[in-house]
């Protein structure tokens, strides 16, 4: 019946918009650890994206079969493949975003921080090679733990003397996503209309949300706010308990880091209403780096937007304090391994 139903032209005109035809712009896009779980199906939303003209795959391992196999979707990215060290500057020359997924996910019992020495290893060599063939690239790390591995990229870039803090980013898209997931389904509203800033970082406590910011203005009892915050904060852990060994959120990090990426491709291209949580290098609180929502320009980081910080409730304001050391702590590890490196 479904058949039926489709004539020939509706079935045209669909697939015209599926095929994304007319591409709006051209830019190229990098994604490094591209045959991961979240590096595969990343690099088909971002196949997807009618900005993108390029998507260069890049994997210590199997990104070949991954590329023949994108490379048959009838969108216009094309796509190519880099495998191994020896490939890595190529896949870096003229791109205008790098995503990076590379590095171990975590097992049940694990911490993030329980990944720092494998992925800081990996992170600082992916970041000299950005360093040495796209600095003026937007980096976006999505290797964990962030809340480090984004403080190791900026020492790894201020070494080589291309830091630019408006153009590093540590994605926490999916902080934002599950926020606003989580909060339709308690309070019964349309998801499309649900946004809550999730500020701090992106581990355990590090990770607040601020409910009192939701869009729409939503109301929420005392239980409700606990309930939520906790269920965001360890939304990461539900998924690797739930995968028992096989690893930590990949399709949904897929879909949040793709959104990351069009959002970015938008303000390069000029929208200048582009809003993401992100976090980045801030002077939003007396912490070098902390997440918040950020405007999104050609330049990178446009401004940070402070506002959100302002009017906090006293669980959200507490909370806050109380993620402060953790998340220093964190901050200055990564630092402090970077600079030993040299
Ligand atoms: P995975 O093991 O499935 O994939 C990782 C990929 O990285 C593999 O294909 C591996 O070959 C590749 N890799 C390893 N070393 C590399 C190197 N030196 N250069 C290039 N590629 C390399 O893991 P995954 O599930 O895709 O997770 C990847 C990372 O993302 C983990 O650190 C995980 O904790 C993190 N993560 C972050 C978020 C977030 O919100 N920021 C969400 C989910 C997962
Ligand atoms: C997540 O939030 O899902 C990721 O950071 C992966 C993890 O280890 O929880």
Not at 138 to 147: A, Q
Not at 213 to 225: A, C, I, Q, R
Not at 319 to 325: Q, S
């Amino acid at each position: 019946a479904l058949r039926q139903s489709v004539t020939p032209k509706a079935q045209k005109e669909k697939q015209r918009s599926w095929n994304h035809v007319q591409p709006q712009a051209s830019y190229k896009v990098a994604v490094l650890g591209a045959a991961g779980g979240i590096g595969q199906p990343l690099s088909l939303l971002i196949k997807m994206s009618p900005l993108v003209s390029s998507l260069h795959l890049y994997d210590i391992a199997n990104v070949k079969g991954v590329v023949a196999d994108l490379s048959h979707c009838n969108t216009p990215a094309q796509v190519s493949d880099f495998t191994g060290a020896s490939e890595l500057a190529n896949s870096l020359k003229g791109v205008d975003v790098v995503v990076i997924p590379a590095g171990i996910p975590r097992r049940p019992g694990m911490t993030r921080d329980d990944l720092f020495s494998i992925n800081a290893n990996i992170v600082t060599a992916l970041i000299e090679a950005v360093a040495d063939n796209c600095p003026d690239a937007f980096i976006h790390i999505i290797s964990n733990p962030i809340n480090s591995t984004v403080p190791i990229a900026a020492e790894v870039l201020k070494q080589k003397g291309v830091y630019d803090p408006k153009k590093l980013f540590g994605v926490t898209t999916l902080d934002v996503v599950r926020a606003n997931t989580f909060v339709a389904q308690k309070k019964n509203l349309r998801l499309i209309d649900v946004d809550v800033p999730v500020i701090g970082g992106h581990a355990g406590i590090t990770i607040l949300p601020l409910l009192s910011k939701t869009k729409p203005s939503t109301t929420f009892t005392d239980e409700e706010v606990q309930e939520l915050t906790v269920r965001i904060q360890n939304a990461g852990t539900e998924v690797v308990e739930a995968k028992a060994g096989a690893g930590s959120a990949t399709l949904s990090m897929a879909y949040a880091g793709a959104r990351f990426v069009e959002s970015s491709l938008r303000a390069l291209d000029g929208d200048a209403d582009v809003y993401e949580c992100s976090y980045v290098q801030s002077d939003l609180t007396e912490l070098p780096f902390f997440a918040s929502r950020v405007k999104l320009g050609r330049k990178g980081v446009e401004a940070l937007i402070s506002s959100d910080l302002q009017g906090l409730t006293e669980y959200e304001q507490k909370a806050l304090e109380a993620l402060k050391p953790q998340l220093k702590a964190s901050i200055e590890k990564g630092i402090a391994y970077a600079q030993k490196q040299t």
